[in-house]
């Protein structure tokens, strides 16, 4: 009998001195003019890195990938639940304005003030918040927005296995500093959506080749076109599943879930604002 463990890897550590230099991105200024560039935005370029500080050792950081995500007027970051766990405040997202220049801001100025901005899914190793547009960050919330994945490219349906796909993020953090460049891996689906164990029970995996490294957590796995544009997302790279023999898989949380979790945080406002209705209404 083989005896497998599953690994989700965490957040690839690295060097602050090294990795973010205000230098190579200046924080964009509220008069900053929003790009209007948005064909010249390559698919891969659409997927952003978020850095922490490590609490334990200011002098290095943890990092992760991620994207956004547009449903209607609303948008939403997505990430794996681990890193989500990692961020803070004055954790920088950095990523490629629409005119490919490197840019950053800090995660606070950007979600719903909040000492945890992250909603959390119950049974997959998935967090979305949302980003909201205030006084201040329209610049940032404008170029954000144009790098999303429209929420229609979300799968409902797993993939067929042998299914082409590319996975997009910053595995031990190479292309995340200077100007910005997130790696795109190509692969394949290797299984249908199974059950598989992690830390608190199971969830529902896609598995995927080739094993990737850490700091890929939180980037998304796509299907393209020939041109390279986005056909649909398959998924969120999380981790891999190993074994005693050194073997690897990938695993990716289902896009159905990172749908199902977004319609939740919109019927939770939803109910949240008719409950307010109604008080305003009974007073």
Same mark, same amino acid.
Request: charge should be negative.
């Given at each position: 009998?083989?005896?497998?463990?599953?690994?989700?890897?965490?957040?690839?550590?690295?060097?602050?001195?090294?990795?973010?230099?205000?230098?190579?991105?200046?924080?964009?200024?509220?008069?900053?003019?929003?790009?209007?560039?948005?064909?010249?935005?390559?698919?891969?370029?659409?997927?952003?890195?978020?850095?922490?500080?490590?609490?334990?050792?200011?002098?290095?950081?943890?990092?992760?990938?991620?994207?956004?995500?547009?449903?209607?007027?609303?948008?939403?970051?997505?990430?794996?639940?681990? #890193?989500?766990?990692?961020?803070?405040?004055?954790?920088?997202?950095?990523?490629?304005?629409?005119?490919?220049?490197?840019?950053?801001? &800090?995660?606070?100025?950007?979600?719903?003030?909040?000492?945890?901005?992250?909603?959390?899914?119950?049974?997959?190793?998935? #967090?979305?918040?949302?980003?909201?547009?205030?006084?201040?960050?329209?610049?940032?919330?404008?170029?954000?927005?144009?790098?999303?994945?429209?929420?229609?490219?979300?799968? +409902? &349906?797993? +993939?067929?296995?042998?299914?082409?796909?590319?996975?997009?993020?910053?595995?031990?953090?190479?292309?995340?500093?200077? &100007?910005?460049?997130?790696?795109?891996?190509?692969?394949?689906?290797?299984?249908?959506?199974?059950? #598989?164990?992690?830390?608190?029970?199971?969830? /529902?995996?896609?598995?995927?080749?080739?094993?990737?490294?850490?700091?890929?957590?939180? *980037?998304?796995?796509?299907?393209?076109?020939?041109?390279?544009?986005?056909?649909?997302?398959?998924?969120?790279?999380? *981790?891999?599943?190993?074994?005693?023999?050194?073997?690897?898989?990938?695993?990716?949380? /289902?896009?159905?879930?990172?749908?199902?979790?977004?319609?939740?945080?919109?019927? +939770?406002?939803?109910?949240?604002?008719?409950?307010?209705?109604?008080? &305003?209404?009974?007073?």
């Amino acid at each position: 009998m083989i005896k497998s463990r599953f690994l989700i890897p965490m957040t690839v550590l690295y060097m602050l001195a090294i990795q973010i230099d205000p230098s190579n991105a200046e924080e964009v200024s509220p008069e900053f003019p929003p790009s209007k560039h948005v064909e010249q935005i390559e698919t891969w370029d659409r997927v952003v890195c978020i850095k922490s500080r490590d609490a334990s050792n200011p002098q290095t950081g943890r990092l992760c990938s991620a994207f956004m995500i547009r449903k209607q007027n609303r948008l939403f970051l997505i990430t794996a639940g681990h #890193a989500s766990s990692e961020t803070n405040g004055e954790s920088q997202l950095h990523y490629l304005d629409p005119q490919n220049q490197p840019q950053w801001v &800090t995660l606070k100025s950007i979600v719903k003030p909040s000492k945890n901005p992250w909603n959390r899914d119950s049974v997959s190793d998935l #967090a979305v918040a949302e980003l909201i547009q205030r006084k201040g960050n329209e610049p940032y919330i404008s170029h954000l927005n144009q790098l999303a994945f429209d929420e229609e490219l979300l799968a +409902s &349906t797993a +993939s067929k296995r042998r299914t082409e796909i590319t996975t997009i993020g910053f595995p031990l953090g190479i292309g995340s500093s200077g &100007t910005l460049s997130p790696l795109a891996v190509p692969g394949h689906i290797v299984s249908k959506e199974l059950p #598989a164990k992690n830390d608190w029970g199971t969830e /529902p995996i896609i598995f995927s080749s080739p094993p990737l490294a850490q700091g890929t957590s939180g *980037g998304p796995a796509l299907i393209t076109a020939d041109d390279a544009t986005c056909e649909a997302v398959i998924g969120m790279y999380i *981790g891999v599943m190993n074994d005693q023999s050194g073997a690897k898989l990938s695993k990716l949380v /289902p896009s159905r879930l990172i749908k199902q979790l977004i319609n939740e945080a919109n019927q +939770s406002d939803q109910s949240h604002n008719e409950a307010a209705e109604a008080k &305003t209404e009974k007073n």
